[in-house]
């Protein structure tokens, strides 16, 4: 019986063609694989590179136009004025407040995502693991402005976190800290010190990801290799571990020093009314109607994160994405 | 002695674990509590009293509605469209080499990698240089740029996993392309596409930096939002939609993750 079934499937080795247009569709694609390659391509890459890459390429053509100071207008000449402005004692005050606070944003997301990783790559374990993924995962895809919101509710001067500190008596330190210059202000929700918490609790989980994929490659016998070779915990941290994890600290760095620079919602909610580098792109496109300077501001974030990806390509660190 | 890692962790490392995810986790939970607090002028803490009347407060905003109503339509066509780009690309990535194909997969990073910032002013830029006007589909054109990379990666990572073996099998048992495409290849990465979908709509209903710059006069759920932090009418309300704006976000989530929990760990990589 089944060796009749056999018989009859396999009358013909070669079936007859399906025939009509997707027949003939079909057999074109299959002897020309590179059609086919071509026209999978075709509309991501249109898409992509008319409607993003060309889009890039407008914004960076404007800033090497002027605006005319006293009629507003937009004066469409090559020049390199609008990148002299950007040297102006305000507009390098609000880069380098920029990009101060993305180093001790990157560094204080550093400090914070260690353990967590290191914990999660090396302890934790079969249900604990998903547990920790997942505590990493829902914070980072959770709304980015409902996470602010819930930062203006805890750094209000009404808020829990006054609340907390005036419970445990230490309403004082919270006073000398907002009484320093600089980093105080009326309340923590309009410091700078919010804007820094707000800044690390938002790109936290972009750090944690990567350096525990680093972590996790770290194989656990070097760690008891280097105890049992007499090293104190500090020291294999120092000369095991943190090596090791470099890879993955720079990755995540890139993350929250890039999105740091960029952004401009954070500082607007919480903070001072000192610009940064999003704030000032936002209102020179908006209110100050001068989108060539706006696009040359736009370059600082791009020269800058062209550098610190050439470091850190070297430092290998997109083995650890 | 044991090298299988199962000692336990010394105590100092439990505790920083611990904090860390607690200063995670407590800040969203602060929401939900704050959406039933009867206060109506300010961020008190502890809340004076707890009611539920907010909730119809805010079932009865139009302005509410109309919000919800746009971020989800944007949403679906943003990730339909996504979903068919992000496919091609992944496919035919991972099926060949050619050349420039590295080129194609920074494309695809890019929009993402760079500040969002940067995204929308030039967005905005070019549709001020093209004359094009704000509308639903200046919104979309956006969102489906930035979506396109979840997708890819989910659909990458599917698609180096599944051997092409299969796809040889099926053209030896005399399917033509179509049919393997149909039969073989989409119940392979069908998966895999769904998580990237619900990681894409996730993505784009809490887009704001790119939205601001192509949205014009209309306002989607996070615009809302924006809007309301900035010039706050009624406080309560705009704690119900925070609320709501985590579960509408978090349910995707859990899902994708659901889905590809097997082996890929792509879910979040690609934001």
């Not at chain 1, 075709?42 to 002027?66: C, D, E, H, T």
């Not at chain 1, 005050?93 to 914070?112: E, G, H, N, P, Y």
Request: include cysteine; glycine fraction near 8%; aromatic fraction near 12%.
């Amino acid at each position: 019986m089944t060796i009749a079934a056999l018989n009859s499937t396999s009358a013909s080795a070669i079936l007859p063609g399906s025939g009509g247009i997707r027949g003939a569709l079909s057999d074109l694609f299959w002897r020309r694989p590179q059609l086919l390659l071509f026209l999978m391509l075709l509309p991501p890459v249109l898409w992509l590179g008319v409607v993003y890459i060309g889009s890039l390429f407008a914004l960076l053509a404007q800033s090497f136009f002027s605006i005319d100071e006293f009629s507003g207008l937009i004066n469409h000449e090559f020049t390199l004025k609008t990148y002299g402005d950007l040297f102006q004692a305000a507009n390098l005050d609000i880069i380098l407040r920029t990009v101060t606070m993305a180093v001790l944003v990157t560094l204080a997301s550093a400090v914070i995502a260690f353990p967590i990783a290191y914990y999660a790559a090396r302890y934790a374990r079969g249900r604990w693991k998903a547990l920790f993924y997942l505590g990493v995962m829902l914070p980072l895809w959770s709304s980015y402005l409902v996470k602010i919101y819930a930062w203006k509710l805890i750094l209000a001067k009404e808020g829990i976190l006054t609340w907390l500190l005036a419970k445990l008596h230490l309403l004082w330190v919270l006073d000398g800290w907002l009484s320093l210059p600089v980093v105080g202000g009326n309340s923590l929700s309009v410091s700078a010190t919010g804007t820094f918490i707000a800044f690390v609790y938002v790109w936290l989980p972009f750090m944690i990801l990567p350096v525990q994929a680093a972590l996790e490659r770290v194989p656990g016998n070097l760690v008891e290799a280097s105890s049992d070779l007499g090293a104190s915990p500090g020291q294999t941290f120092r000369n095991v571990l943190f090596p090791l994890a470099l890879p993955g600290i720079v990755a995540g760095s890139i993350f929250t020093f890039s999105l740091t620079l960029g952004d401009y919602i954070i500082p607007q909610i919480i903070g001072t009314s000192r610009l940064f580098i999003g704030q000032a792109v936002y209102s020179q496109q908006g209110t100050a109607g001068n989108i060539p300077l706006a696009a040359a501001f736009t370059v600082v974030p791009i020269v800058i994160m062209g550098f610190y990806l050439w470091g850190a390509k070297r430092m290998g660190a997109f083995d650890a994405l | 002695m044991r090298s299988d890692g199962s000692q336990s962790a010394p105590l100092g490392l439990k505790i920083a674990a611990a904090c860390g995810l607690l200063f995670l986790h407590l800040p969203i939970l602060l929401i939900f509590v704050y959406a039933f607090t009867t206060e109506e002028k300010s961020f008190v803490w502890p809340p004076p009293g707890l009611t539920t009347q907010w909730f119809a407060v805010t079932w009865n905003r139009p302005d509410v509605w109309q919000a919800l109503s746009l971020s989800v339509r944007v949403a679906a066509i943003s990730t339909a469209i996504a979903l068919i780009l992000g496919t091609l690309c992944a496919a035919a990535v991972s099926r060949t080499k050619f050349f420039g194909r590295e080129t194609i997969s920074l494309l695809v990073i890019l929009p993402i990698a760079l500040p969002g910032i940067i995204t929308g002013i030039a967005l905005r830029s070019a549709f001020s240089l093209a004359d094009i006007p704000f509308s639903f589909w200046t919104i979309v054109l956006g969102h489906a740029t930035f979506c396109v990379v979840v997708v890819y990666n989910n659909a990458v990572a599917r698609f180096r996993r599944s051997s092409g073996s299969m796809i040889e099998a099926s053209m030896d048992l005399g399917a033509d392309g179509f049919q393997t495409f149909r039969h073989v290849v989409l119940p392979n990465i069908a998966t895999a596409l769904l998580a990237g979908g619900m990681l894409a709509f996730a993505l784009s209903f809490d887009e704001v930096i790119v939205t601001t710059f192509t949205a014009g006069q209309q306002q989607t759920v996070p615009i809302w939002m924006l809007e309301e932090l900035i010039r706050p009418r009624q406080r309560p309300v705009t704690n119900v939609v925070a609320m709501v704006v985590v579960l509408v976000t978090l349910l995707p989530i859990l899902f994708a993750y659901y889905l590809t929990r097997d082996g890929d760990q792509i879910v979040g990589s690609g934001k």
